[in-house]
């Protein structure tokens, strides 16, 4: 299968074998023709599944056919929970526009909003926002919805965690009636399944959810380790084995913090990234760290679905997530685009529960290793596959 052969034209096809992509993933090839005929469209795709192409490239041959009528109008409107997110996905309409005569912006909260009004007023094709500063901006009569063609939810159950439902029940009442409504998530859960009640009416559904939560591609490992050693045990790791780059994910923004500065007492340089740091400082964090400036970031949460790096060796769980899926969303930031990644996880008896949980999102047992100076005085029992948190008890 070929991009050409799923209709994309060719100033689309050319700018995609320009950036290396070679055939379409299953999601792109589930879900493009379903966009291109103009269908409202539900689909359960993980992180690094290829997921942004599948509404971006059917999104680019639509719009290419016309232009924005009236200043301070967009024609499709792509709405993200993080800043990061908006400005990879829109990164990524220019990548893949870039033989068309087309317009993208990102706006998003958290950096001054007169550019981003600027940059509205000549109109916009596409948008990429994160909802509340698109509400701010549309009440300000900065932007229009009346030309809006397309709608795209991208990581709704993520939108729906972090409180948006609001801000985007407003955005869908303000757009026309007509509006093609495509909604992608990591999960298809009842919340996500409410939203698509009222968003996206007798839509095709498409779910590879549960096929790409345990790509082959990633290898999956943990080591087991009591809490007060993994600091000293990461530090190892790193050293030993001649780490080139590690994406760490940790809880807290305090937690970050105290593990860069833990790991600087052991020679190892390491950024921290989080929400409280500027915008400015977590762009240019990101751009080393693609770079490969900075060889290990330790970042909360927030960066789960917002780093998109193609060729990032393997992450690192510090602590184990929870829910489950963010597990899913972690490991989906290496081995993207059917590369090979790694997924290592630090684990301690305290999280046995959370391992419980992810072990049975993923349907099997994650491999356990030991490391010689590390092996835990607390052990951490074996997995039960099909556990129940108490509160899903009958």
């Not at 879900?31 to 942004?52: F, M, N, S, Y």
């Not at 068309?100 to 950096?111: D, H, P, R, W």
């Not at 901006?137 to 795209?152: D, I, M, S, T």
């Not at 998109?308 to 997530?321: H, K, Q, T």
């Amino acid at each position: 299968m070929t991009f050409s052969k799923l209709g994309l034209s060719s100033p689309i096809t050319r700018a995609l074998e320009e950036l290396g992509y070679q055939k379409p993933t299953t999601i792109q090839t589930k879900a493009i023709p379903v966009a291109l005929e103009g269908r409202d469209l539900i689909a359960a795709a993980q992180t690094g599944t290829g997921k942004t192409a599948s509404f971006v490239l059917p999104i680019l041959e639509k719009l290419n056919q016309g232009e924005t009528q009236r200043k301070k109008r967009i024609r499709a409107l792509v709405v993200v929970p993080t800043r990061e997110l908006a400005i990879q996905v829109e990164s990524k309409v220019a990548d893949y526009g870039k033989h068309l005569n087309l317009t993208s912006a990102a706006i998003f909260g958290g950096v001054d909003e007169k550019p981003q009004k600027q940059r509205l007023i000549e109109g916009v094709d596409v948008l990429v926002a994160t909802p509340g500063r698109l509400i701010d901006l549309y009440g300000q009569r900065a932007v229009y919805f009346e030309e809006v063609e397309v709608l795209v939810l991208d990581e709704a159950d993520r939108m729906l965690d972090m409180g948006f439902i609001e801000d985007i029940n407003k955005i869908i009442a303000r757009l026309p009636e007509d509006v093609q409504n495509l909604l992608f998530s990591a999960t298809l859960s009842n919340k996500v399944r409410d939203l698509a009640k009222t968003a996206v009416h007798n839509a095709f559904e498409i779910s590879i959810a549960a096929n790409a939560a345990s790509k082959s591609n990633i290898e999956q490992w943990l080591i087991t380790v009591d809490k007060d050693k993994k600091s000293a045990l990461l530090s190892h790791l790193i050293k030993e084995n001649q780490w080139d780059q590690a994406l760490i994910f940790i809880e807290t923004k305090h937690g970050a913090a105290k593990l860069v500065s833990q790991l600087e007492k052991r020679d190892i340089k390491a950024e921290a990234f989080h929400s409280g740091r500027s915008q400015a400082i977590r762009e240019q964090l990101l751009a080393d760290f693609k770079s490969g400036k900075i060889q290990y970031l330790v970042a909360t949460g927030v960066a789960a679905r917002g780093i998109d790096i193609d060729e990032l060796s393997r992450v690192v769980n510090y602590d184990l997530p929870f829910p489950a899926d963010e597990y899913v969303h972690r490991i989906g930031r290496t081995g993207r685009a059917d590369a090979k990644g790694e997924a290592i996880s630090l684990v301690s008896k305290d999280n046995f529960k959370n391992l419980c949980m992810i072990e049975s999102r993923l349907g099997h047992l994650i491999e356990r290793r030991e490391v010689e100076g590390f092996v835990p005085n607390k052990p951490v029992p074996i997995s039960i596959l099909n556990y129940v948190p108490k509160h899903k008890r009958q």
